[in-house]
Every structure is written in structure tokens, then in C-alpha cells.
């Protein structure tokens, strides 16, 4: 009885057993199946998506080009050119002031060129000759445009995708040696290299050598986290097997070359050894030399412990193991080897070859807002933008170094100031350059687009330009900057007062912009009435306009840098709006352009009142509020600016434009604090240094046939003569317009005293 029992027991225990056994097999079927899906769907997904790339403005050479030798041969370096003798493109020779330049086949926006020889003559300020391989005079000739970085379609990574023509051999060769010696026969898995590299750590006393797959490692890039477990574990090693299963080794190397990750760029990860080549080196991956190889196969093993910024001699002995181990096992010669081991690392500055995360980020916005979105969705656009890497490199040190100056002189810890600034070319319209934060490499808040502020005296010229556009108001005209009460809707008074806290009574129009005077404008604007104000922010570019509040006049309107760069620059352009853009064309993988929005460009206004407005905000830069940025510009360059100042002194702002550039720029706290900086003492010196760096162009506009010269004192607004009194300036006026004299050259302080007191007379009369 005992027996049956125990038998019957045995059969019922082999039953559940084989039962666990089979549902055990279903499950993991089933979860293999899973993974197999997730890896066919993802992995092709990714594995064939071309980004779009996006290029800087391709800098043109040519004879009178203000660019010295030395400047050119460090816009080279920019580009990830190398001194060498070897006449391959990509390389340079300079012998004082002559270089010969082996330039690179490019593709541009309606061409492609070929690599091309070139022979430049620089002096000490300018390009003197341009020549070809035979001699041959140049008009002209582009440097490829420089990538600036890539919007990938699907999972949005900055990256470059390298096909496998144009990866070296030398790399997936060396990948092998140091990472996966089994690669070509193992199945995903390899326990051989597991035990191996056990032994060669333990021998070492500190991980040298690791067991994972290249497989292994591509598959914990692209499906899994960091998380270490035995479960995780044993998933990468099946998911590992199953993309053996289903793909050829050259297609899994490729994708390890395109998607491991090298290293971290603030919060940009750098994955792929065409974005590392770019990085770390500034060149294309196909222009790699064996010890720039070695480098970057290196850093695989732990690119923050072995960052060759951070940690130049880690990475140093890191690289010259790969170069013994590649000696070692024949893949280059002994003495190769050698002689790479004993080169400098090559590691070109950060802002070498370029990542821009502003600028990319307004090219991100102008692409869904100017293109259709099946359009973009197509693999391997080539995105031709405005930026210009000089300007944008001076804009950002200059940021950088402005705001350190004035955190010492602060001597605050705890709450920095910030920044933002925009640099574009009126003529055009096209954006050259964006700052959207001290932190000028690293994503995030974008200041110079999505930081909305109060602009303070910035919107004084568009109350004097719908004054002058009434044809009742001129450069001579008086205002009086005296007190003022306005009684608001909701029955408060308003009572604005001067910067300074003291009136002058009567000036002239000139002198109340020049100065900034809050209570001359005041009156002009409330004479003028404050709808045509508003509406004028609309005709100017604003995509909306402000509320009709009297604090309207004195800057209560909350715009972004870009936004103010897109009113002043038709200051700058006598008048007409111009969009503003930083796309100039956008072509496919196989060179047809895609068409964009059209690109609207109209009267925004009269072109005599912007006139008088420009010759007005030039006197801001001579007497005014903006006279002590003049000293960082070249000498003899006229420019136009305003500065502005928010209520607490939040914000300043500096908005100036020469004949070839317009600048805007903003300082303040993200926390809306006080900065205790006025315009001229904090954006200004910013705007100063780049305007004065990029080689600005004098403002020079032709004057309208309408308009006649007159010389003016400056205090008074009297006619006079130059050399009378003792503030003499030269405005515009509607030709005709009845101007008072003064008496002779008599003191306009007496001229002053005497028309206040006919003022005062008749003001008893009244």
C-alpha cells in the first residue's frame, strides 16, 4: 500500500515537473520572441537612419578679404585642417604669410566641389592674392562649410552617421584587437573572452580587459540601461545571439561604429566615431591618422576615465596600449606604432569644429516652422544655415568673459547673472550667430528666444519714429522733460520720472533720445497717442501687438533678444522688414532643394523717418548713453544704438547696428532680481567688444531727397553754426522746415535761460 502511494506520488511529481518544465520553455519562447521583435523593429529603425546635418556658412576667400594669415590658418584649424606635407586634402603648408591649402571635396547647397589646391597670400590685416595649383588668379573660392552639428528624425541624438566606405580600416581592425578578438567567429557571446579577460585583470590588479562582445556592448547601447544584474546580464548575452542571428558581421560593426558612446560634451553625449572624430579631433573620420585611432578606441573602454581633456596622461597611456597591442598583433608595424605612441594627443579646443546648441535650437524652430513636416521626416537632409563659427566663437567668449568680470566685481556666489545675445545681418535678415546662456555649449533654457523681459529704453526709438512719421516732430523739435501725471483706467496716477530724478525742460528731440530722457518721452508719446505705438510693434515684426498702457512709452513690453533683433533690424534697413532666418536652404540625400515658406519682405516704415531716427540714435553713440562703448570699436566707424534699462535696474539691454551688423544683447538674473547694472554699464561693453571684434562696416544710408542738413546746439535745438557753440551736432530735417536762430554766437546756456523764461512768461499769460 505504501508503495503504490509513493509511486503514484512519483508519477504525479515527474508530471508537474515536466508540466513546470514545458511552461517553463513556452515563457521563455515567448520572451525570446519578445526580444527578437524589440531588436528587429528598433534596431532597423535606427540602424539605417540618416540625420539631417547642418552646416555653418562656408567661409569665402578672396583678395581684400580682411583675414590675416594668422587668422586664417586658425579658421583652418577650425575646420579641422592639419599642417602636413603630404598634399591630401585636408592638410596645409604656411610659410609666413603664404599657405597652400589642399581643400576638401564639399557639397554645398546647388553644388557639389571637388578637392581643390589653393595658394593664398595673406599680409598682416588682409588677403593680398588667391591662386590656383597652376598659378592661376582667383576670384574666389570656399572652405567646405563647417558642421555644426545633426538633427536625427527618429530618437533625436545628435550624431554622424558613417557608411562603411567611409570608415577606415585601421578602426574596426583595431576595435577587434582591444574589444572582441572573437568578433568574426563567436555568436554574440564569446566565454573564452570572458575567462581571458578574468585573468588578464586579475594579473593586472585593475580591469585592463573586458568580456563583453562588441555585440554585447552594442546591444547594452542600444536597448539597455546602466543597471547591473545577473537578469540584465543574461538578457544582453540572449539579445546579443539573436542580432548575430539575424544580421552580418559587417552590419553589426558598422552600427557599433555609429553608435557606441566616446564621450560627453556638457549634456550632449557624443556617440559614434564620426561625432568623436569631429569632437576630439575636428575632422572627418575618414582623415583619422593611427594614433587619432588608437585614441578613440581606447576611450571606449571608459570615456570619462580616460578623457583626454580631462586626463590627458590617462588617455596618453591608454592610447600608446592600443598602439603596442596593435604592433603586437600585426595590425600596423612596430615602428609605426612607435612613432605614433610618441605624438601629442592632437585634441583641438572645444569650440573647434563647432557645436552650437542656440543656434541649433532656432534652426530646429525655423525647419517646422518654414518646411512641411513630411519633408523633414526624410533621412540624410542637408541643412545650409547663416552662422558664422568667427562670430559666434568671439560672441560666446565674450559672453562668458563679460559676465566672470562682473560676477568678480559683484563678488555674489550664489546668484550669477546671465546673458543672451543675437547677431544678425540686416541686409538679409540672415542670423549669424546666437548666445543663449553663460553656459554657451550646453542645451537648455534658451535665453536669446524663450526669455521675455521688459526692454526698458529699447522702445524709445519706435515712439520717436511714429512721431517723426507724422511729419509734425524733427530732430529740432522741443519736448519738455518735465514732471508728469497720467491717471490710469484704473483711477491711480502714474508719475515717471528721469533716471537721474531732474528735469531740463525744453530740449530738443535729438538730445531727449540721445540722453534718454523718460519724461520727454512721455509727452511725445501720449501727443502721439499711444495706439499707433502699438501698432507700430506689429508693422516692425512682432508677431503681436502690446498693451495700450502709458508704461507702454517707457518700456513695459515683455520681448526676447530675437524679437527686438527683428524690430531693430528694419531700423538698420531704412525701413523695410526683413524676416529673420538662419535656414538658407535645405537640400535631400540625393542635392534637390525642398521648398521653404516664401519669405515676406515690406515697407515696415517711411523711409525719411527711419532716416532721422538712424542719424539720431548715431548721436546716442557720440554724446549719449551709449558713448562709452565707442572706445572698443574701430576708429571712425559710425554706428546707431539704444540702450535699456528695466524698472530695479532688472534688466539691461544694449540694441546697436552698424552698416554691416546688428547686435542685440541682455544681461539680468533668471529670478528677475535686480542686477544693479543700467544698459550702458552692463550690455553694452558686450555689444562693444563683439561689434568691434567682428570687423563692423561704417552706417551709411543715403539721405532721402526730402531731407536737408542742419547744424544744431545740442542743448537748445537752436540753429547755429559749427564751431558757435559749444555742442554743435549735424541732424536731418524736412527740407524747408522753419528753424529758430540763434542770436548771433551767443552762450546757448543763454539762448537756454532765455527761452525759459518766454515760456515762463507765457505761461502766466495762459
Known amino acids: 500500500m505504501a508503495m503504490r502511494h509513493w509511486l503514484t506520488n512519483r508519477k504525479r511529481r515527474r508530471r508537474l515537473l515536466r508540466g513546470a518544465l514545458v511552461v517553463t520553455l513556452a515563457a521563455g519562447a515567448v520572451y525570446v520572441a519578445w526580444l527578437d521583435y524589440v531588436i528587429k523593429s528598433e534596431f532597423d529603425g535606427r540602424r539605417w537612419t540618416v540625420p539631417s546635418q547642418v552646416y555653418?556658412?562656408?567661409?569665402?576667400?578672396?583678395?581684400?578679404?580682411?583675414?590675416?594669415?594668422?587668422?586664417?590658418?586658425?579658421?583652418?584649424k577650425r575646420h579641422g585642417y592639419r599642417a602636413s606635407r603630404d598634399d591630401q586634402p585636408g592638410t596645409y603648408r604656411r610659410r609666413a604669410g603664404r599657405i597652400d591649402i589642399q581643400l576638401r571635396k564639399a557639397r554645398f547647397a546647388d553644388r557639389v566641389r571637388e578637392s581643390l589646391a589653393l595658394r593664398v597670400v595673406a599680409g598682416s590685416h588682409a588677403i593680398e592674392t588667391l591662386r590656383d595649383a597652376h598659378g592661376g588668379e582667383l576670384r574666389g573660392a570656399h572652405l567646405e562649410p563647417l558642421l555644426i552639428g545633426s538633427l536625427f528624425p527618429v530618437h533625436g541624438e545628435d550624431r554622424i552617421v558613417v557608411p562603411p566606405d567611409?570608415?577606415?580600416?585601421?578602426?574596426?581592425?583595431?576595435?577587434?584587437?582591444?574589444?572582441?578578438?572573437?568578433?568574426?567567429?563567436?555568436?554574440?557571446?564569446?566565454?573564452?573572452?570572458?575567462?581571458?579577460?578574468?585573468?588578464?585583470?586579475?594579473?593586472?590588479?585593475?580591469?585592463?580587459?573586458?568580456?563583453?562582445?562588441?555585440?554585447?556592448?552594442?546591444?547594452?547601447?542600444?536597448?539597455?540601461?546602466?543597471r547591473r544584474s545577473l537578469r540584465r546580464k543574461a538578457q544582453e548575452a540572449v539579445m546579443a545571439m539573436l542580432l548575430e542571428a539575424r544580421y552580418e558581421k559587417a552590419d553589426l560593426m558598422n552600427a557599433y561604429v555609429n553608435e557606441i558612446y566616446l564621450g560627453q560634451d556638457g549634456e550632449r553625449a557624443i556617440h559614434g566615431f564620426g561625432l568623436a572624430s569631429r569632437f576630439y579631433f575636428g575632422k572627418p573620420i575618414d582623415e583619422l591618422e593611427l594614433a587619432e585611432v588608437a585614441l578613440l578606441v581606447g576611450i571606449v573602454r571608459g570615456p570619462s576615465y580616460y578623457n583626454p581633456r580631462a586626463q590627458p596622461e590617462r588617455a596618453t597611456a591608454r592610447r600608446n596600449f592600443v598602439l603596442a597591442r596593435l604592433a603586437e598583433f600585426k595590425v600596423v608595424p612596430e615602428a609605426d606604432a612607435n612613432a605614433a605612441s610618441k605624438r601629442p594627443l592632437g585634441i583641438v579646443p572645444r569650440d573647434a569644429g563647432g557645436y552650437y546648441p542656440a543656434y541649433l535650437d532656432y534652426v530646429r524652430r525655423e525647419l517646422q516652422r518654414n518646411y512641411r513636416e513630411s519633408d523633414l521626416e526624410q533621412p540624410g537632409l542637408q541643412v545650409f544655415t547663416s552662422l558664422e563659427p568667427r562670430v559666434q566663437v568671439v560672441a560666446e567668449r565674450t559672453v562668458e568673459e563679460e559676465l566672470a568680470r562682473l560676477d568678480r566685481r559683484n563678488k555674489s556666489k550664489q546668484r550669477r547673472l546671465d546673458a543672451a545675445l543675437v547677431v544678425t545681418v540686416p541686409r538679409?535678415?540672415?542670423?549669424?550667430?546666437?548666445?543663449?546662456?553663460?553656459?554657451?555649449?550646453?542645451?537648455g533654457f534658451n535665453r536669446a528666444l524663450d526669455a521675455r523681459r521688459p526692454i526698458g529704453s529699447l522702445v524709445k526709438p519706435i515712439v520717436y519714429l511714429v512721431a517723426l512719421e507724422t511729419g509734425e516732430y524733427h530732430a529740432a523739435s522741443l519736448l519738455?522733460?518735465?514732471?508728469?501725471?497720467?491717471?490710469?483706467?484704473?483711477?491711480?496716477?502714474?508719475?515717471?520720472?528721469?533716471?537721474?530724478?531732474?528735469?531740463?525742460?525744453?530740449?530738443?528731440?535729438?538730445?531727449?533720445?540721445a540722453d534718454s530722457r523718460n519724461l520727454?518721452?512721455?509727452?511725445?508719446?501720449?501727443?502721439v497717442g499711444l495706439d499707433p505705438v502699438a501698432r507700430k510693434f506689429a508693422a516692425l515684426g512682432l508677431d503681436r501687438?502690446?498693451?495700450?498702457?502709458?508704461?507702454?512709452?517707457?518700456?513695459?513690453v515683455d520681448l526676447a533678444p530675437i524679437e527686438v533683433a527683428q524690430i531693430y533690424?528694419?531700423?538698420?534697413?531704412?525701413?523695410?522688414?526683413?524676416?529673420?532666418?538662419?535656414?538658407?536652404?535645405?537640400?535631400?540625400?540625393?542635392?534637390k532643394l525642398l521648398p521653404g515658406q516664401p519669405r515676406e519682405r515690406r515697407v515696415a516704415a517711411d523711409s525719411g523717418a527711419v532716416y532721422q531716427l538712424n542719424r539720431m540714435l548715431t548721436e546716442v553713440m557720440t554724446r549719449g548713453t551709449g558713448s562709452t562703448g565707442t572706445s572698443l570699436l574701430p576708429a571712425g566707424v559710425v554706428t546707431a544704438g539704444k540702450t535699456g534699462t528695466s524698472s530695479d535696474l532688472r534688466d539691461s539691454w544694449f540694441a546697436g547696428f552698424s552698416g554691416s551688423h546688428l547686435i542685440v544683447v541682455w544681461l539680468g538674473h533668471d529670478d528677475n532680481s535686480p542686477t544693479g547694472l543700467t544698459g550702458?554699464?552692463?550690455?553694452?561693453?558686450?555689444?562693444?567688444?563683439?561689434?568691434?571684434?567682428?570687423?563692423?562696416?561704417?552706417?551709411?544710408?543715403?539721405?532721402?531727397?526730402n531731407l536737408e542738413e542742419a547744424w544744431i546746439d545740442y542743448e537748445s535745438g537752436l540753429v547755429t553754426e559749427p564751431g558757435c557753440a559749444a555742442e554743435v551736432i549735424s541732424v536731418v530735417v524736412p527740407r524747408g522746415t522753419a528753424l529758430e536762430r540763434m542770436h548771433g554766437c551767443w552762450s546757448p546756456r543763454f539762448e537756454y535761460f532765455t527761452r525759459r523764461m518766454r515760456d515762463w512768461w507765457r505761461s502766466l499769460a495762459d
Open 569 to 591: 533690424s528694419a531700423f538698420a534697413n531704412g525701413g523695410v522688414h526683413h524676416p529673420l532666418r538662419a535656414v538658407l536652404a535645405v537640400s535631400s540625400i540625393d542635392g
Open 166 to 226: 567611409d570608415v577606415p580600416a585601421l578602426l574596426p581592425a583595431a576595435l577587434k584587437v582591444i574589444e572582441d578578438r572573437g568578433f568574426d567567429s563567436h555568436p554574440g557571446v564569446d566565454a573564452r573572452a570572458i575567462l581571458r579577460a578574468a585573468w588578464a585583470n586579475l594579473r593586472a590588479g585593475r580591469v585592463e580587459q573586458g568580456g563583453s562582445t562588441l555585440t554585447q556592448q552594442l546591444v547594452k547601447s542600444y536597448f539597455l540601461d546602466e
Open 56 to 76: 555653418a556658412r562656408p567661409l569665402e576667400l578672396y583678395p581684400g578679404l580682411l583675414l590675416s594669415a594668422q587668422d586664417l590658418e586658425r579658421e583652418l
Open 545 to 556: 501687438e502690446p498693451m495700450r498702457v502709458p508704461s507702454l512709452l517707457l518700456g513695459a
Open 428 to 443: 538679409t535678415g540672415e542670423v549669424v550667430a546666437i548666445v543663449g546662456g553663460r553656459q554657451t555649449r550646453i542645451a
Open 480 to 513: 519738455y522733460d518735465e514732471p508728469i501725471e497720467v491717471r490710469l483706467a484704473n483711477g491711480q496716477n502714474w508719475r515717471p520720472q528721469n533716471f537721474d530724478r531732474e528735469t531740463l525742460g525744453p530740449v530738443p528731440l535729438v538730445r531727449a533720445l
Open 680 to 705: 550702458s554699464q552692463g550690455a553694452l561693453p558686450v555689444w562693444s567688444r563683439v561689434m568691434g571684434a567682428i570687423g563692423p562696416s561704417s552706417l551709411e544710408q543715403p539721405m532721402p531727397a
Open 520 to 527: 520727454a518721452t512721455v509727452q511725445l508719446g501720449l501727443e
